[in-house]
């Protein structure tokens, strides 16, 4: 078996290792010489609040309903908390044990065993307990709606009392981290009710915020004084709505927001030159990228020439510095893997093998394939001009300033390209995930291995018909050659095996360009520690900075009021 706990998984073990945050040598938010940073262990009576740029919250505080207004702002990460603490930055470390004192793998990792830490209650005074962990992954299992990371892969979910046993149609080693990150609801109000439309709106939760109250522009949280860990010394919590980039960039500078994640061009002078000594912007690696998803059933992206010629004149040096400022670093390799995190993963076939503009290349590709062009205009083999719309949420600059880039590649081809910006809550409810689009950039999950990048771009466990919601794979990309060689990377134990089946993946997507891998995508926050210290940092990079992920339990807990 492999166990993930602490060498004493004891909640008094996880407080102390909660509270080693700033003020000393732990590297968070240490202040700059000649500078100070005292902190208080005091409760403090000041607001942190949180922004997001995703406009209104929806009126749905479903924790585990995907696109719900508690988990696109944040807030619901306060009140809910995972079996585990995944450091996505560093992903390859082990998991913190969180509301699991530890879970344990057999071989092939078709099967989990979770215990459940003891001495925890809900919100509304009831314990939790194993029937409370099962009851969470069960609903997951018998709703498909709800079921984003395993669809189709639970077996069996049992308990004995004390531990929760999870069965797997097929090995999760490439998911292990999903389990763990999942966000556990109360059985005892929650079996009364229909989880895919249940609003859940007194969220009763095990973490160490409560709500307070909500409307679709802020929600306020208070700390929850029966949490079972180290209590919380943020006096309220707030989370404001902003409808774009610039209106939370906006919030940030001028201090009305304190903690959030939004793409700020030139961030130096932006945002950290307001307030250099409290004012920060923290990133983290990772296998995350930012993916240019093509309608592989729709032309002209039905056309693996055109899709081919397209990636060729995309200039991603262009589009990482003018559009990405630099904080979404280029991505080089052929196979869209980023480095160096990608570096131990690229098959022999590609490495060394790089991405550079190349339009006469890409025309002669096109020519091959049957294209014309009448005057500038390129002309497919059916006869009709080639034409495409790029599609992202209003608001999104970096996405949308990127699209621009590639429109002004697809138009050195003589293919009529335009961007169109969409309401934000039309793109996540109707567009992306319906297949309602041509093309359109999204982000990728992470993970400890390039797996979850490839996986939802091209696997075909997870496509579905245009119309009918896709978890991923959106640009419905199938080829049952390279679902075989995903589904053997996940669950094969042999090494060798695995790595011959991302080579597999690896040529596919290097030859049938499914989609184009703009650049990598680490995580990136902006915070101020005027008020409280003890985020994430560079020289302490403890989790995810951001504050949408169930890593927010565990930064929130570390954080200090700024005496």
Known sequence: MRTFATTAASAAVIALLATACSGGGSGTDDPKPGQTQATSNERSDKVLTVGMPNGEASA????????????????????????????????????????????????????????????????DGEPFTAEDIAYSIQIRKDNPELNVDFPDQYGEITTDGSTVTVGFTTGQLVNEVKLYKLLIVPKHIWENEDPVTYTADTMIG???????????????????????????????????????????TTALTSGDAQWGWTFIPDFENTFIAQDPEHF????????????LYLNNEEKPFDDVAFRKALNMVVDRADISATAGYGVWPQITSVTG?????????????????????????????????GYTWDGDALVDPDGEKVSFTLTNPQGWTDYLDALSIIAEGAKSLGADAKVEPVVQDTWFNQIINLGDFQA???????????????????????????GEPANWNFGRYKNDEVTQALATFKSSADEGERMAALATVQKRFVEDVPGLIIWSRPAVAQ???????????????????????PQAALILTRLKPTA
């Open 440 to 466: 359109s950039l999204h982000w990728t999950d992470g993970g400890s291995t390039p797996w979850n990048l490839y996986s939802n771009i091209m696997d075909g466990a997870s496509y579905v018909k245009r």
């Open 206 to 248: 095990t973490g160490p915020f409560t709500l307070k109250s909500f409307t679709p522009q802020a929600v306020t949280l208070v700390p929850n004084d029966a949490y079972w860990g180290d209590k919380p010394l943020v006096g309220e919590l707030r989370y404001d709505a902003f409808k774009d980039n610039a209106g939370l």
């Open 527 to 549: 915070y101020s520690t005027v008020n409280y210290t003890g985020f994430p940092t560079a020289e302490d990079p403890y989790a995810n900075p951001q504050p949408t992920g």
């Open 280 to 291: 920060h912007q923290v990133a983290g690696g990772g296998f995350g990228v930012d993916v």
């Open 60 to 123: 749905n505080q479903n924790p585990i309903a995907p696109g719900s207004g508690s988990t696109s702002f944040g807030y619901a990460y306060a009140i809910y908390e995972s079996l585990m603490q995944v450091n996505e930055v560093k992903p390859t470390d082990p998991p913190t044990p969180w509301l699991a004192e530890k879970i344990e793998w057999n071989a092939d990792y078709t099967q989990a065993v979770i215990t459940p830490r003891a001495g925890v209650t809900w919100s």
């Open 337 to 369: 893997l980023p480095q160096p995190s990608g570096d131990a993963f690229i098959s022999d076939e590609f490495a060394g093998q790089e991405l550079s503009v190349d339009v006469d290349g890409a025309k002669q590709v096109l020519t091959e394939a």
